[in-house]
């Protein structure tokens, strides 16, 4: 994601290489989901979404993203 920090929004970007189930989640540093960014169905390509913290605090956040049977996470620090 960039920028990280944020403070409010912040863009994620990637790639899916096979068409599936996707979803996108923003958890706080104590594992509870926070946002749900994407859930649906979504062909290959590249995809940049913003995602809106301004209802959140300040703090550490890690986003996951989920197709098929790849996940990956990555952390992300807002800062107000």
Do not use: C, H, W
């Amino acid at each position: 994601n960039y920028p990280n920090p944020f403070n409010p929004s912040t863009n994620i970007r990637f790639k899916i290489s096979e068409a599936g189930l996707t979803t996108l989640k923003i958890y706080n540093i104590l594992g509870q989901e926070v946002a749900e960014v994407i859930n649906e169905f979504v062909e290959p390509g590249s995809y940049e979404i913003q995602f809106d913290a301004s209802s959140l605090s300040s703090g550490i956040y890690f986003y996951r993203l989920s197709v098929n049977d790849f996940i990956a996470s990555k952390k992300m620090i807002l800062i107000k």
